[in-house]
């Protein structure tokens, strides 16, 4: 498996995006690595003194900030082989109960980031014709997990959103990578308060996940068997699906932490 000479991840300050950046410094990447805490990025810089390394300080919201920490890293070391949109956050809503600003947050954050994130280098990759873009999804996308409204809508909505940008920039020789995780053992699923099937080592995670994007496999379920119940989810009508669901455990309101 050939290395990745350049690597742009975005919420790379915890969690799946950490994992990754340090997956990725060990191959030997040059990294340009994105976070609103450039503290932690500062570390994992200190932890890898050998490999190039170049941190930003940015919310996945801000167009502008993004825009900037692109041109920066092209401007440093070349346009990237791959860009992960992770940066992502989880929030318990509630309808009815004013939650409506912690929804548009979550589904700004995890769809509109996403996009935000690959916009400024789609064109040179198009142009090149080469680059894999990868975004993180999500399990909890395929069905609409209750008192996760805005999760599970925003998940979905990147699910959906990654198939259109993949088959989109199919002509332009652009591979793009969907990575759907289960559970996986970070801060964001910490203080989930139900069992969590088949919970995944984040840095397993992150060697699994860069052999799928090294193979540019279009999507993967990671750990496998929650693809298996991803299927078997879906697959379940809807009459079936309320009644089993109805009392699940639920994530606490307005609780979450940054991937």
């Given at each position: 498996?050939?290395?990745?000479?350049?690597?742009?991840?975005?919420?790379?300050?915890?969690?799946?995006?950490?994992?990754?950046?340090?997956?990725?410094?060990?191959?030997g990447?040059?990294l340009?690595l994105?976070?609103?805490?450039?503290?932690?990025?500062?570390?994992?810089?200190?932890?890898?003194?050998?490999?190039s390394?170049?941190?930003?300080?940015?919310?996945?919201?801000?167009?502008?900030?993004?825009?900037?920490?692109?041109?920066?890293?092209?401007?440093?070391?070349?346009l990237?082989?791959?860009?992960?949109?992770?940066?992502?956050?989880?929030?318990?809503?509630?309808?009815?109960?004013?939650d409506l600003?912690?929804?548009?947050?979550?589904m700004?954050?995890?769809?509109?980031?996403?996009?935000?994130?690959?916009?400024?280098?789609?064109?040179?990759?198009?142009?090149?014709?080469?680059?894999?873009?990868?975004?993180?999804?999500?399990?909890?996308?395929?069905?609409?997990?209750?008192?996760?409204?805005a999760?599970?809508?925003?998940?979905?909505?990147?699910?959906?959103y990654l198939?259109?940008?993949?088959?989109?920039?199919?002509?332009?020789?652009?591979?793009?990578v969907?990575?759907?995780?289960?559970?996986?053992?970070?801060?964001?699923?910490?203080h989930?308060?139900?069992?969590?099937?088949f919970?995944?080592?984040?840095?397993r995670?992150?060697?699994?996940?860069?052999?799928?994007?090294?193979?540019?496999?279009?999507?993967?379920?990671?750990?496998?068997?929650?693809?298996?119940?991803?299927?078997?989810?879906?697959?379940?009508?809807?009459?079936?699906?309320?009644?089993?669901?109805?009392?699940?455990?639920?994530?606490?309101?307005?609780?979450?932490?940054?991937?």
């Open positions: 498996m050939n290395s990745p000479s350049k690597v742009f991840i975005t919420g790379a300050s915890s969690g799946i995006g950490l994992a990754l950046a340090e997956q990725y410094a060990r191959q990447a040059t340009g994105v976070a609103r805490r450039l503290d932690a990025l500062a570390e994992l810089a200190r932890r890898f003194p050998q490999v390394i170049s941190t930003y300080s940015a919310d996945v919201r801000d167009t502008q900030a993004l825009a900037h920490a692109a041109a920066q890293f092209i401007g440093e070391h070349g990237p082989d791959i860009v992960i949109a992770n940066a992502g956050i989880s929030k318990g809503v509630a309808t009815g109960y004013g600003e912690t929804f548009r947050e979550v700004d954050v995890n769809c509109f980031g996403m996009a935000a994130t690959f916009e400024p280098f789609v064109r040179a990759m198009t142009e090149a014709r080469r680059g894999t873009l990868v975004g993180i999804a999500s399990v909890a996308g395929v069905r609409g997990l209750p008192g996760s409204g999760y599970s809508a925003s998940k979905a909505a990147a699910l959906t198939e259109s940008l993949r088959v989109e920039m199919r002509p332009f020789g652009v591979a793009v969907t990575i759907a995780p289960g559970y996986i053992r970070t801060p964001m699923t910490a989930n308060p139900y069992r969590m099937p919970l995944m080592d984040a840095e995670f992150a060697q699994k996940a860069a052999a799928a994007i090294a193979r540019k496999t279009r999507f993967a379920v990671l750990p496998w068997p929650m693809g298996i119940v991803a299927v078997l989810l879906r697959c379940l009508p809807r009459w079936l699906y309320d009644r089993l669901f109805e009392k699940a455990p639920r994530k606490p309101r307005a609780v979450g932490e940054a991937r």
